[in-house]
C-alpha cells in the first residue's frame, strides 16, 4: 500500500517561477535553466519508476512511502523510496542518468560517458545509499525499532552498464525492480501489520521537505534582478496593465482576471514570505492602491500590523496544494 505519494520538489516549482524573471543573457539564468532540466529529468525519472512499482503488490503486509526526508541528529537525509515489510526495510535510490554508466572498482566509481565520448565521474549512488542507511538505522534505533535495512540503486531508464567487479549493492533497471522485489524472501516476521502502518505514519508525520524559499537568498540571487509585472498565460509576456477589471497582454492582446496571484506567488518564491501594498504594486508594476489592497485581502496571506507597518505574510510551509493563493 503506497502511504505516500511523490509530489512535484518545491525547488523545481521555483525555478520555474524563476527564469521567466530573469534577463537571459545573466549568469544565474543559464545556472537556472541547467539545473531546472537536470531537475526535471530526475523528477521525471522518479515518476517512471513510481509506475513500474505499482506493480508491486505482494501477499504480506506492507508500506511504500515516496520521498521521504528526515532529520537525523541534525543531518537531513532524503530517501527517494521506502518499502516497509515484515522482514526488513528497503530504500530505493532513484537515478535518471543518459548514456553509458561504467562502474569501477577500488574505490567504486560511477563513469557517465556520453554520445560524444565525453567522460564525467558522478557522485557515488551506492555511497549515498550507505549514508541513508546508516541515518535511517539511527533514527529507527531511538524508537526502539530494529529490523534489517537493506539497499537497491534503480535506473529510471534502460543505460549501458558495464562493471569493472560487480558491487555488493544491488543495481537494476525500474522495469526490473517489481520482479525483483517479488524475489526478496519474507520469511522472518519482525513487523506485523499494525507495525508497519505505525512506522508509516511515524515517517510521514516526520517529513521535514527542504524550502528553498525566497530562491534569491538559497540562490544567492540579488532581489534587484527578478523582472517585475504581471506574466501573460499566453505569450508569456511580462508586464499586463491592469485595466477596466482584467488584466490586458499589450503584446498578444489576452485579457484575463486573477493573474495577480500568479505574480504574488513568484514573489513569496523568488523574494520574500511577506510582502507590504507598496512591495506588491511595484512588483505588478499596478498604480492604484485600493486595488491592490483589494487584490491583497481576497489571498490566503494574513494580514499582519496596521497602518504604515502592516503588511501581509504566507505561511511558513508552502506546499502543491496552496500554490493557489487566492480565495474561490
Not at 512535484?8 to 537556472?32: C, D, F, M, T, Y
Not at 525519472?45 to 511504500?64: C, N, V
Not at 523574494?271 to 508594476?285: M, Q, S, Y
Amino acid at each position: 500500500m503506497i502511504y505516500k505519494h511523490r509530489s512535484v520538489p518545491k525547488k523545481l516549482i521555483g525555478l520555474n517561477a524563476l527564469i521567466p524573471r530573469l534577463h537571459p543573457s545573466q549568469l544565474e539564468a543559464q545556472k537556472a535553466k541547467e539545473d531546472l532540466r537536470n531537475r526535471k529529468a530526475g523528477f521525471g525519472g522518479e515518476q517512471h519508476f513510481d509506475k513500474h512499482l505499482l506493480e508491486f503488490k505482494p501477499r504480506y503486509p506492507h508500506a511504500i512511502l515516496h520521498d521521504i526526508s528526515l532529520k537525523q541528529n541534525g543531518i537531513y537525509f532524503q530517501m527517494d523510496s521506502v518499502l516497509i515489510t515484515p522482514a526488513f526495510i528497503l530504500i530505493i535510490e532513484v537515478k535518471n542518468i543518459a548514456g553509458k554508466i561504467i562502474v569501477k572498482s577500488n574505490p567504486t566509481q560511477f563513469i557517465q560517458e556520453l554520445p560524444t565520448s565525453e567522460r564525467k565521474v558522478l557522485t557515488n549512488p551506492i555511497a549515498e545509499l550507505e549514508r541513508k542507511q546508516f541515518f535511517l538505522n539511527e533514527w529507527l534505533g531511538q524508537r526502539m525499532i530494529e529490523i534489517p535495512i537493506r539497499g537497491i540503486v534503480a535506473f529510471a531508464y534502460t543505460n549501458e552498464l558495464i562493471f569493472e567487479s560487480t558491487p555488493e549493492t544491488k543495481i537494476a533497471f525500474t522495469t526490473e525492480i517489481p520482479s525483483y522485489l517479488y524475489s526478496l524472501p519474507v520469511q522472518k516476521e519482525i513487523m506485523g501489520k499494525a507495525a508497519i502502518r505505525k512506522l508509516a505514519f511515524e515517517l510521514i508525520n516526520n517529513h521535514q521537505e527542504y524550502d528553498p524559499f525566497p530562491l534569491t537568498k538559497s540562490m544567492h540571487i540579488s532581489p534587484k534582478d527578478i523582472l517585475p509585472g504581471v506574466i501573460c498565460p499566453v505569450c508569456n509576456a511580462r508586464g499586463m496593465h491592469w485595466m477596466r477589471r482584467k488584466w490586458s497582454c499589450q503584446k498578444c492582446n489576452h485579457a484575463g482576471t486573477d493573474y495577480q496571484y500568479a505574480a504574488l506567488e513568484d514573489w513569496i518564491y523568488l523574494i520574500d514570505k511577506r510582502i507590504t501594498n507598496k512591495e506588491f504594486r511595484n512588483f505588478l508594476l499596478l498604480n492604484d492602491r485600493q486595488v491592490a489592497k483589494r487584490f491583497l485581502a481576497r489571498s490566503r496571506l494574513k494580514h499582519e500590523g496596521k497602518g504604515k507597518g502592516s503588511f501581509y505574510v504566507a505561511n511558513e510551509v508552502i506546499n502543491k496544494q496552496e500554490l493557489t493563493l487566492h480565495k474561490k
